[in-house]
C-alpha cells in the first residue's frame, strides 16, 4: 500500500522548535516532489514549502520563509520540515504529500499522509 506518515508533530511554546518527518512506505520518494501543507481550524489548506525530488530546488511561503527548513534524505525515503522560532500563527494539522513537481494547488498532489497536528501555546 503506497502511504505518507508524517510524524513530529506536538504542543510547543512560541519560539520553540519542531522537526516534522514525512516518511513514505510502499514507494520510493526519489522521483517525487513533496510539499508540506498546513490547515489551521477554520481555514483552508495552505501550501508551506516543497522540495524537489533531487532536492536542488526548495521554496517556502513567505510567513515562514528564514524560519522553516525543508530537507529530503532520500537514502531514507524521509523528508523533514524543521520548523524553528514558532508562532501561535504556525498552529495546524500538517500535512505531506507528494507530486512530480512542485506546486501550491493540492490537487495536483498524488498522495498525501495523515496530518500531524502542531499546536503553539504559551
Known amino acids: 500500500q503506497l502511504q505518507l506518515v508524517e510524524s513530529g508533530g506536538g504542543l510547543v511554546q512560541p519560539g520553540g522548535s519542531l522537526r516534522l518527518s514525512c516518511a513514505a512506505s510502499?514507494?520510493?520518494?526519489?522521483?517525487?516532489?513533496i510539499g508540506w501543507f498546513r490547515q489551521a481550524p477554520g481555514k483552508e489548506r495552505e501550501g508551506v514549502s516543497c522540495?524537489?525530488?533531487?532536492?536542488?530546488?526548495?521554496n517556502y511561503v513567505d510567513s515562514v520563509k528564514g524560519r522553516f527548513t525543508i530537507s529530503r534524505d532520500n537514502a531514507k525515503n524521509t523528508v523533514y520540515l524543521q520548523m524553528n522560532s514558532l508562532k501561535l500563527e504556525d498552529t495546524a494539522v500538517y500535512y505531506c504529500?507528494?507530486?512530480?513537481?512542485?506546486?501550491?494547488?493540492?490537487?495536483?498532489?498524488?498522495?498525501w499522509g495523515q496530518g500531524t497536528r502542531v499546536s503553539v501555546s504559551s
Open positions: 504529500a507528494a507530486a512530480s513537481y512542485c506546486s501550491g494547488y493540492p490537487p495536483e498532489y498524488d498522495y
Open positions: 522540495i524537489s525530488s533531487s532536492g536542488s530546488s526548495t
Open positions: 510502499g514507494f520510493t520518494l526519489d522521483y517525487y516532489a
